[in-house]
């Protein structure tokens, strides 16, 4: 699939901001620790969405999705080896581990996969599972998990690093039998929050959700729920941008009272205008201006997930700015896509580079490398002159509902081809 751009439009109007990406894979693993039924709202149509539900078919549980809800029953749970073919192209897939188990005390289980924007090892995971007890067997890219009956059930855990998926693995992993579990350095992105919610509505006994220090006593029993997933604070982030880079204002609904403050006060360093009104969040920019240094860093940092579309916004800004990923050592090397369409970007090192701006950018065939870089390539796209092509979108549709409508919807000339 491709998207054909025609560049130049200014954006404006209104756009409902979908459900958080990075919470359905959590969410939806918390539903397999019960036999009753949990509906998800807030649900986007998403192609990881789609593979989700299909890893759950195979496991024999039923889940049925309708616009925005998820329905799941996990009653019907028979098999605890995760579909090797399903697991490699989703790097979220791996949350499922920890949920099935606790169900079943064992899961098999193949290296996940999803983007490729650098190393992206699994060993946090696989050590925080032996720390619980759990013994690991492994075979290349090949693992099994078994939880064995142990005396000891009281254990403190600090996570060498503070992954988010990993902790979302150790907190599934817990929450059910005769466990008790500290868990220390926690990450404290809204969607660990998320799952904690939701976890503690179905029964779970959580202390500090929302903390980096968690205690978790497992009991017996889950019961099903209903939970509304949080909002993406990647894609108000990401249309912020848009609206900013094309001279436009827009208005951003259904933020449900989210924290965006990590999100939006490092955009309003460029010059980004983002008030609150009526419920509304109102985007504008009347001139772009280069901050010194933009970091990633853990949550409440600036997120990793939004560097590339920030990189794109530098090269409107005025002035000359270093953009530092210091997580992934591979998520600069998108930006000779960039410099194709007339950006001016030094790269110094994996991790920074140096944007000089602003720079007149020109429509340009492009491949998509990532679901990231893809989507801050179509950012790119909307200020270039000129008719840009972008290939392989399948990758951007992967984290970001319904891209070329909601651009559409805004004023921007998008066509998509299948």
Not at 112 to 122: A, L
Not at 369 to 376: F, S, Y
Not at 392 to 418: M, N
Request: aromatic share 6%; net charge neutral.
């Amino acid at each position: 699939m491709k998207y054909i751009i025609q560049g130049g439009k200014k954006l404006s109007g209104e756009i409902k901001i979908s459900g958080n990406k990075n919470a359905i894979f959590p969410c939806v693993a918390a539903a397999l620790l019960t036999e009753e039924e949990v509906i998800l709202e807030n649900v986007p149509d998403l192609l990881d969405t789609s593979v989700l539900i299909q890893i759950l078919a195979g496991l024999g549980v039923g889940a049925h999705k309708k616009n925005t809800t998820l329905v799941i029953n996990a009653r019907g749970l028979n098999n605890s080896a995760l579909p090797k073919e399903l697991m490699t192209k989703l790097r979220g897939s791996i949350v499922l581990v920890g949920a099935i188990l606790a169900r079943e005390n064992k899961v098999n289980f193949y290296h996940p996969g999803g983007d490729i924007i650098g190393t992206r090892s699994i060993n946090t995971h696989l050590e925080a599972f032996k720390n619980i007890g759990a013994i690991l067997k492994r075979n290349d890219l090949n693992y099994s998990l078994r939880l064995l009956e142990q005396n000891n059930l009281q254990f403190s855990i600090f996570l060498q690093e503070a992954s988010v998926t990993a902790c979302e693995n150790l907190i599934l992993a817990s929450v059910l039998g005769g466990k008790k579990v500290l868990l220390k350095n926690c990450p404290k992105e809204p969607h660990v929050k998320d799952l904690c919610q939701m976890l503690m509505q179905m029964g779970a006994e959580i202390s500090g959700a929302g903390s980096d220090t968690l205690l978790i006593k497992g009991v017996s029993k889950l019961s099903g729920t209903k939970f509304k997933i949080g909002i993406d604070y990647i894609e108000v982030g990401t249309y912020a941008i848009a609206a900013a880079i094309t001279g436009g204002k827009i208005k951003i609904s259904g933020l449900d009272n989210a924290d965006l403050d990590p999100v939006l006060e490092p955009l309003k360093r460029f010059g980004i205008k983002a008030q609150t009104e009526d419920n509304y969040l109102v985007v504008s920019a009347d001139r772009l201006v280069s901050p010194f240094k933009i970091i990633t860093n853990i949550w409440p940092g600036f997120p990793t997930d939004l560097m590339s579309a920030v990189i794109v916004l530098a090269t409107q800004s005025k002035g000359v700015t270093l953009c530092h990923d210091w997580m992934y050592e591979s998520r600069m090397f998108f930006v000779d896509k960039l410099i194709s369409m007339g950006a001016q970007i030094s790269l110094a090192d994996p991790h920074r580079s140096f944007i000089y701006g602003p720079s007149r950018l020109h429509g340009r065939f492009l491949e998509t490398p990532d679901i990231r870089a893809g989507m801050a390539l179509v950012l790119a796209a909307l200020v270039a002159r000129g008719e840009s092509v972008i290939n392989q979108v399948e990758l951007i549709e992967r984290g970001y509902e319904d891209v070329a409508e909601k651009l559409k919807h805004l004023g921007a000339d998008i066509q998509k081809h299948v």
